[in-house]
């Protein structure tokens, strides 16, 4: 795509060089007058009424060579893309003082610039305190047949509340090895939403978007948790290279500190501002991802 705007712009250079407008375009008048002599000058309203033509039929031209509407600069056949969203509080959007369901929609409007998207049609179904084991049991139970039949993109959060779990279970007794143990059963849970993605729909694009630990900004050292979060990360990774058609986006970086004030009130989930950098995060890495290719040119982004 970035191929193509360059070589139109060159087109629209060119154009304006050398452009050559077919009489019939032009009123008779008008034209006669445009042969005259240079001691009468068309007048000022005919020859803007002759330039403005020009321009028109330079915009048509492009438009049938390119198959784009230029003037609205999106593909004359655009589709409407099914956008759905599964996770936990972060996709649903908790904390975000502007209540636009977090990253997701911030995401669809990003995704609504790309020439070859007419619309897109957000379906989020996040759910806050939501664990692998219960999206799975959803997906097992075809919730989301028809929706993921449909869709065009997907992506997913989750692995917060699977930590969770563990350290609300025994606060005061928690061990590395209770991680190490939970993080095989999350591997196989997330493995099977994946397969079960896969058998309504087996070329939607998947964006796998990794978790960050919430304990960071609490105390200055570093704690056990970073490994942890680090290694369950690892696991989202390896599954989406082992898909081989999804992205894997880590966000853990963007949370570390509260200095750009980037957390809720909560100290816990993202504030506007934090989920606007995490946009730009799944905006940046789905492009380097190759989103564009592996989505055959529906999806991408403007630069």
């Known amino acids: 795509m970035r191929l193509f705007f360059s070589v139109l712009c060159c087109f629209i250079l060119l154009a304006g060089c ?89 995401l669809t409007e990003k995704l609504e610039k790309w020439p070859a998207i007419a619309t897109v049609n957000l379906d989020n179904r996040g759910k806050k305190g939501r664990r692998s084991e219960r999206l799975l049991e959803l997906l097992e139970k075809g919730h989301y047949d028809k929706e993921l039949a449909d869709a065009n993109l997907v992506t997913i959060t989750m692995g917060g509340n699977d930590v969770m779990k563990i350290v609300k279970s025994d606060i005061f007794s928690l061990k590395k090895e209770m991680f190490d143990a939970e993080r095989e059963n999350f591997k196989n849970n997330y493995e099977q939403i994946i397969e079960k993605i896969r058998a309504q729909n087996a070329e939607v694009p998947l964006i796998l978007i990794g978790f960050y630990n919430p304990f960071s900004i609490v105390v200055d050292e570093t704690t056990p948790f970073e490994k942890i979060i680090e290694e369950w990360n690892n696991e989202i ?12 986006i880590p966000v853990d970086d963007l949370f570390h500190t509260n200095e750009d004030l980037v957390y809720h009130t909560d100290f816990f989930h993202p504030n506007a501002k934090g989920y606007e950098r995490m946009t730009d995060r799944i905006v940046s890495a789905m492009t380097a991802c190759g989103i564009e290719e592996m989505s055959d040119g529906l999806i991408g982004f403007e630069e």
């Open 18 to 106: 050398s452009v050559t407008v077919d009489e019939s375009e032009i009123e008779p008048e008008e034209y006669e007058r445009s042969l005259g002599t240079e001691s009468v000058p068309m007048p000022i309203e005919d020859a803007l009424y002759v330039e403005q033509t020009k321009k028109e039929s330079i915009v048509e031209k492009l438009g049938e060579m390119f198959q784009l509407d230029w003037l609205n600069r999106k593909e004359i056949d655009a589709q409407d893309i099914q956008y759905i969203a599964f996770g936990d509080s972060l996709t649903e959007g908790v904390g975000d003082e502007y209540k636009r369901q977090g990253f997701t929609e911030r």
């Open 237 to 248: 990774l390896q599954l989406a290279v082992q898909d081989g058609n999804a992205c894997f």
